[in-house]
């Protein structure tokens, strides 16, 4: 067993994860470099990956991503967690088999009593027919299901091919580059060339050190949906760092990684709805105290928009539109200083109108709703 360098304080891990997260300051790198750097972007909701980079970047325009998913550089697919994540189509070819285990858990773990016996290569090799014929929206698979399994449950039909066929959203249009219903088609016929990697966990294991780490074993299997990775990452971790958190627990870095000190300023930021900051490591804490996680985390797994105070989630967010006006309202879980409230405030301005602009708001304003 390898020796721990040293012991990682709380903040230590914090400003850690802030720095490879690009929290610590607004950063001056191509978008598209950006989404390389995060790992991707959750993307269940179209407009929470803009504000992620909006709050990452420096002189962030909407049009920059955009331009990037319609130019196939950066897709949005079924990824980490069986959720929609924007990803660069580089690291998607190279990732993609690696996320299959993952992928396959969550269909057995949500419909695998109703697909036992199901012939998944032959569903899957039809469903690749339909979408590189010409790119559907996902409903418009049904009929063909219906017909191909008339006796299956079709709901579980349709989340094993989405669970087992690469297919990524095809931009749609709209104010955050999908509509509502946005078609699909195989990642191959978009991008043109085949995945690239295996089943093998090292690149993704590398990936997520390099935006999340240090981290244990347990968070990378949280973050990927990926189980069984111990043995994995026991034999790379030559490659590795080893460290120790507070309660023992043994940390796992690349070699080159930014540690910055505790004490490192950390500004307030605005962090979106569904954003992987507060939902890649198992514990949590390093970002945002226990006491404060059922107030982000609702249920049907809805996680709400964050702000960011000393570095840990402090409160939440939301913008509220009334015809021509928006409004940012901030829910503070405890009572901030007058120096926070201004720089939310001065930040929340831009946000808000960031925002609503596009969506033809003409008055903005920032409320603290205490």
Same mark, same amino acid.
């Given at each position: 067993?390898?020796?721990?360098? !040293?012991?990682?304080?709380? =903040?230590?891990?914090? #400003? &850690? +994860? $802030?720095? *490879?997260?690009? @929290?610590?300051?607004?950063?001056?790198?191509?978008?598209?470099?950006?989404?390389?750097?995060?790992?991707?972007?959750?993307?269940?909701?179209?407009?929470?990956?803009?504000?992620?980079?909006?709050?990452?970047?420096?002189?962030?325009?909407?049009?920059?991503?955009? !331009?990037?998913?319609?130019? =196939?550089?950066?897709? #949005? &697919? +079924? $990824?980490? *967690?069986?959720? @929609?994540?924007?990803?660069?189509?580089?690291?998607?070819?190279?990732?993609?088999?690696?996320?299959?285990?993952?992928?396959?858990?969550?269909?057995?773990?949500?419909?695998?009593?109703?697909?036992?016996?199901?012939?998944?290569?032959?569903?899957?090799?039809?469903? !690749?027919?339909?979408?590189?014929?010409?790119?559907?929206?996902?409903?418009?698979? *049904?009929?063909? @299901?219906?017909?191909?399994?008339?006796?299956?449950?079709?709901?579980?039909?349709?989340?094993?091919?989405?669970?087992?066929?690469?297919?990524?959203?095809?931009?749609?249009?709209?104010?955050?580059?999908?509509?509502?219903?946005?078609?699909?088609?195989?990642?191959?016929?978009?991008?043109?060339?085949?995945?690239?990697?295996?089943?093998?966990?090292?690149?993704?294991? @590398?990936?997520?050190?390099?935006?999340?780490?240090?981290?244990?074993?347990?968070?990378?299997?949280?973050?990927?949906?990926?189980?069984?990775?111990?043995?994995?990452?026991?034999?790379?971790?030559?490659?590795?760092?080893?460290?120790?958190?507070?309660?023992?627990?043994?940390?796992?870095?690349?070699?080159?990684?930014?540690?910055?000190?505790?004490?490192?300023?950390?500004?307030?930021?605005?962090?979106?709805?569904?954003?992987?900051?507060?939902?890649?490591?198992?514990?949590?804490?390093?970002?945002?105290?226990?006491?404060?996680?059922?107030?982000?985390?609702?249920?049907?797994?809805?996680?709400?928009?964050?702000?960011?105070?000393?570095?840990?989630?402090?409160?939440?967010?939301?913008?509220?539109?009334?015809?021509?006006?928006?409004?940012?309202?901030?829910?503070?879980?405890?009572?901030?200083?007058?120096?926070?409230?201004?720089?939310?405030?001065?930040?929340?301005?831009?946000?808000?109108?960031?925002?609503?602009?596009?969506?033809?708001?003409?008055?903005?304003?920032?409320?603290?709703?205490?």
């Amino acid at each position: 067993m390898s020796v721990p360098e !040293r012991i990682l304080t709380l =903040r230590e891990l914090n #400003r &850690a +994860t $802030l720095a *490879r997260q690009m @929290l610590l300051g607004r950063q001056p790198i191509p978008v598209l470099d950006a989404v390389g750097r995060l790992a991707g972007l959750q993307a269940q909701v179209t407009s929470p990956p803009y504000v992620g980079l909006w709050t990452r970047l420096r002189d962030f325009r909407r049009e920059d991503l955009t !331009r990037l998913m319609q130019e =196939r550089q950066v897709v #949005r &697919a +079924t $990824l980490m *967690r069986a959720t @929609l994540h924007l990803m660069t189509a580089v690291d998607y070819l190279q990732l993609r088999s690696a996320l299959q285990p993952a992928l396959t858990r969550s269909m057995n773990s949500i419909a695998g009593k109703r697909l036992e016996g199901l012939d998944v290569g032959r569903l899957v090799g039809v469903a !690749r027919e339909f979408f590189e014929e010409e790119p559907h929206p996902f409903a418009d698979l *049904r009929p063909l @299901l219906s017909e191909l399994e008339p006796e299956r449950d079709q709901s579980a039909l349709a989340y094993a091919v989405r669970t087992h066929l690469p297919l990524v959203q095809v931009p749609s249009g709209g104010v955050w580059g999908y509509s509502g219903k946005a078609p699909f088609t195989t990642a191959e016929k978009w991008l043109g060339r085949p995945l690239s990697g295996s089943e093998d966990p090292r690149d993704l294991v @590398l990936k997520y050190l390099a935006a999340f780490g240090p981290a244990t074993v347990r968070d990378v299997q949280t973050w990927s949906g990926r189980t069984q990775l111990k043995q994995p990452i026991e034999e790379i971790k030559h490659e590795l760092r080893t460290f120790s958190d507070e309660r023992a627990n043994e940390l796992l870095d690349l070699p080159d990684a930014p540690l910055p000190s505790g004490d490192t300023p950390a500004p307030p930021r605005f962090v979106p709805d569904y954003d992987n900051l507060v939902l890649s490591h198992a514990d949590r804490g390093r970002v945002i105290s226990d006491e404060h996680r059922k107030k982000v985390f609702l249920s049907a797994a809805r996680v709400r928009a964050t702000f960011l105070i000393d570095g840990f989630v402090r409160g939440v967010w939301k913008v509220e539109k009334v015809r021509k006006t928006a409004t940012l309202e901030i829910e503070p879980f405890e009572r901030l200083s007058r120096g926070d409230r201004a720089a939310l405030s001065d930040e929340g301005e831009r946000l808000v109108r960031f925002l609503a602009e596009p969506q033809g708001a003409e008055t903005f304003e920032v409320r603290f709703m205490e």
